[in-house]
């Protein structure tokens, strides 16, 4: 246990040097906020307006799909649209080669630092979040709009332990698109692809119940769905009991599988990565 | 046994290559074309532990591969690596915790952090007992002189001030070996001296082994005994500095003032390349006409009022060298 703490120390030493810089950039924090107030703002409306038009029946209700949205915005930056900054501009630069220079496994150091660069990101945004639309939004009168309570305690504890899973599978997906960033030595191609395919497979776009019935089974099992749309849905009490626990089940699954392909693949990059100069 | 033995080494790069104008951009999709470089062509050499070593060469001459491959960065194409038991490449987890790398062009220290910060967190990532961690930042600090930068965030630092902290900071977690790839480069004077000092220091009273490569020839001058030069991937000479300089240039100057007007000289051995009112410029060959006997004839025959000699410049020496064995870049 002790070999095992020592070991994890520069990891964490790394996370928490990290997490203390980003946390300095207020400016950033403020109008990352401002931005997605506003696009919270109008999906609600579209969101109401869709409700207001259509008689049918619909996976979510109307209060569940502005809680759904709320916390997408809160929780926005944990998605990862694109690969770290930090190794782009060390592919320019051609830096890569000092983290070579680290006696750490290469694909841990910068996995540790991803995680620490979303988490100090979300923390700003999500608290002020939470406080606009969960504790401004009722005192002002505008209580439907409003971000409500976690639909049980059970929902409440799911949703605690999934957001821990969806930090870790986050990460490992960022990973993948960090080491597409090293293979291809631009963030252009990877950055372009990943914003597409996340934004619309985790559900930040539309929750995922929205689409067709016969992309549902497919929709759930992707590894795209536990960023967003899993823990969302166990907030407001949509998946439940058996059906929530696959819905972890299958975050862990992916978490996994994504961490050792990423593992792999960063390997064989970066044994075949050439550094240029004489 | 030496502490570094490299065999026979090789390096080729594989480089793509692509016609100029839209169209040749849109042949590269369909059929890239490769050239393959060849950056090391079966170089070998072997250190001792505690030597200084320079690594001198035109650009592209192969300095920094060799490096990279010494340090772990970079896999060799073919032939043998080891340093202190092991195979960099391979063995790169044990392998880099032993050693110290510093590239001139490129920072190791995180930019937003203060100088301290990047030291602590370079305590924790190669594992250094505190205690341990602490006498060694300290020595370098004061070797360095690094108390007022400590609290400074790396950005706001100078270039010399900033090299400084990284070579200290490639020596916290005490490695026996240094490579520095041109550390002085784009350094103001006093910083060069600055960091000269400090490498010889800990060459000579630490013992740590020394490689660097360098196009400042004066950094050669003031710390190697011993120089390896590399043009097109290959070893053109591995020997004292001092009969490089000897073998290369024989030549030397003198320089001239006479009491009246600079005499029209012809002495067999030695050239005037130059002569304007009092002075006089002679370049002369040593193994023809001795310093003492040039000296007598001079002062002989002229009154003189000041005399001196000087040895050809070390970029001089260089340049020729590198001519001779046609190792500038193409």
Sequence with gaps: MAAMAASLRPYRSVFAMRFMLMLQYRAAAVAGFATQCWWGFIKVMVFAAFFRSTTGHQPLTLAQV????????????????WGDPEVAEMVRTGNVSYDRLRPLDTYFFWY??????????????????????????????????????????????????????????SSAILMLINILVVATMSERGANALATQLVTILSGSLVPLPFFPDWMQRFLFLQPFAGLVDIPYRIYVGNL????????????IAWMVT????????????????????? | MPQIIVENLSKTYRVSERQPGAWGALKGLFARRYRVVEAL?????????????????????????TIKILSGILEPSSGRCEVDGLEPSRDRMRHVARIGVVFGQRTQLWWDLPVADGFNLLRDIYGVAEADYRRTRDEMVGLMRLERLLDQ??????????????????MLHRPSILFLDEPTIGLDAPSKLAVREFVKALNREQGVTVILTTHDMHDIEALAERVIVIGR????????????????????????????????????????LHREGNSIELSFDPAVISVPQLISRLSSDHDLVDIHIEQPRIEEVIARFYDLHGATEA
Excluded at chain 1, 74 to 81: D, E, G, N, R
Excluded at chain 2, 158 to 168: K, T
């Design chain 1, 66 to 81: 502005i809680t759904y949205t709320w916390l997408g915005q809160a929780f926005l930056v944990l998605l990862p649209w």
């Design chain 1, 112 to 169: 540790w630092r991803a995680m620490a660069w979303m988490v100090a990101r979300v923390v700003p945004r999500a608290a002020m979040m939470f406080t606009l639309a969960a504790v401004i939004l009722p005192i002002a009168g505008l209580g439907q709009w409003r971000l409500r309570m976690p639909a049980s305690i059970e929902a409440a504890t799911l949703f605690t332990g999934a957001m821990v899973l969806v930090v870790l599978l």
């Design chain 2, 233 to 272: 991937g290959v070893i053109l000479a591995d020997k004292p500095f001092e009969s490089l300089r000897t073998e290369v240039l024989t030549e030397r100057r003198l320089f001239a003032d006479f009491v009246g007007a600079a005499p029209d000289l012809i002495i067999p051995g030695a050239t005037v």
């Design chain 1, 258 to 278: 994504l961490v050792f392909v990423g593992h792999w693949l960063m390997g064989r990059v970066l044994s075949r990565l050439q550094v240029q100069g004489g």
């Design chain 1, 240 to 251: 439940t009991g058996a059906i929530a626990f696959a819905g972890l089940s299958q975050m």
């Design chain 2, 153 to 170: 965030p790396v950005r706001q630092l100078s270039l010399g001030q900033r090299m400084r902290c990284e070579i200290a900071a490639a």
């Design chain 2, 41 to 65: 062509r079966g170089i070998s050499f072997s250190l001792e532990r505690g030597e200084l070593l320079g690594f001198i060469g035109p650009n592209g001459a192969g300095k920094s591969t």
